[in-house]
């Protein structure tokens, strides 16, 4: 009898120790299973590790991600192996199928993906409506909601924004304000983030000019009416070497309370810019229109460039009060002191005209 039960016993010690033996081979087995890789693919994963996340987050954004089956196992690893220290912020690629070792040694590396980039140009002389159609056409946006953008809800902590007046009378209130220039941008970037970027890069410009407060003191002007002049200047020359002269006659003829009579403003003030004027152009009512209205105009018609901005700052002094374009291709200017001279110019530049 007691050899029966001492059997009984041992059957039953033997069935604990089976499926002891089995529930720690199935535990080995799920565990050896999760940290294996998950099925290999050709499709590469993206993944995003954020400044600051700790080994639980990033397991779990892995795990989210596809790359690794369990994130518990993969954050007990990292511990095991005295990893996770040197992980750097960033947006990674990945192939299923990779291990542990080489996701850890990505991480380490900082082995992150290139954002892919839009490269913007603006080219210098633009108006915003035709920096929002560039804008529109990189970022398949809507050129309209840029203009709104620039006119009612642009940065206002940008400093030269703030010099802009409260003049009814302006087009659009960040004319002349976006610096011309090529800018790269994340794809997916929005056309707030580009205005203000514009914005910024004006201020910077600004901001690297030497003694800029003193330069406009000295002709007693506001930053606006600076960046006014400086545009007229930008739409008017081709040529650099000319620009601080046209600059020059811009402040004689206001000097002497004499309309500028500068066609681009004329240009700026119509719906349709013209390749040619007319005399009934001229005579466009809006206060842009310097034939009709003495001055300078409400703001600027163009963004200018630093080029401009600088003949704007530092006029080249003379007696000149016209100018007319030479028709012989060379985009220069004839200069004349006197109306005379500047009909005997025209007569010259029409005279020389390029065939």
Not at 157 to 178: C, M, R, W
Not at 244 to 265: F, Q
């Amino acid at each position: 009898m007691k050899g029966w039960i001492g059997l009984k016993a041992a059957k039953k010690a033997l069935m604990v120790l089976v499926i002891v033996l089995v529930i720690i081979a199935g535990g080995a087995y799920y565990v050896w299973n999760g940290m294996q890789p998950v099925k290999a693919s050709q499709n590469a994963v993206k993944f995003t590790i954020e400044q600051g996340m700790g080994t639980s987050q990033i397991a779990g954004v892995l795990k989210q991600s596809g790359l690794i089956k369990n994130d518990m196992f993969f954050k007990i690893y990292l511990k095991w192996k005295n990893q996770g220290s040197r992980f750097q912020a960033g947006t990674y690629e990945a192939k299923p199928g990779v291990t542990y070792d080489q996701l850890i040694a990505k991480l380490n590396s900082g082995e992150v993906v290139r954002a892919e980039m839009i490269r913007i140009t603006i080219p210098e002389g633009y108006t915003l409506e035709q920096i929002a159609k560039t804008v529109g056409e990189a970022i398949q946006s809507d050129p309209a909601a840029f203009v709104k953008l620039a006119d009612t809800g642009a940065r206002t902590d940008v400093p030269a924004f703030k010099e802009i007046p409260a003049n009814t009378s302006l087009k659009h209130k960040a004319e002349g304000y976006l610096f011309p220039d090529t800018y790269e941008f994340k794809k997916g970037t929005g056309q707030e983030e580009i205005l203000t970027r514009m914005l910024e890069q004006m201020q910077s410009k600004l901001d690297q000019i030497p003694d800029l407060e003193q330069k406009l003191k000295a002709h007693g002007l506001t930053l606006h009416e600076m960046l006014t002049v400086a545009s007229l200047v930008e739409r008017e020359v081709v040529v650099d070497k000319e620009r601080p002269l046209v600059a020059g006659v811009i402040y004689n003829r206001l000097h002497k309370e004499m309309k500028l009579e500068i066609d681009a403003t004329v240009q700026y003030a119509l719906k349709e810019p013209k390749e040619r004027l007319l005399y009934k152009d001229l005579k466009v009512d809006s206060p842009y229109n310097t034939y009709l209205h003495p001055g300078l105009p409400p703001g600027p018609i163009c963004s200018p460039s630093i080029a401009s901005i600088e003949a704007a700052l530092s006029p080249e002094a003379s007696d000149y009060l016209y100018y007319v374009t030479k028709k012989d291709g060379s985009h220069e200017h004839l200069f004349a002191k006197t109306y005379q001279e500047h009909l005997n110019n025209i007569k010259k530049s029409n005279s020389n005209a390029k065939q």
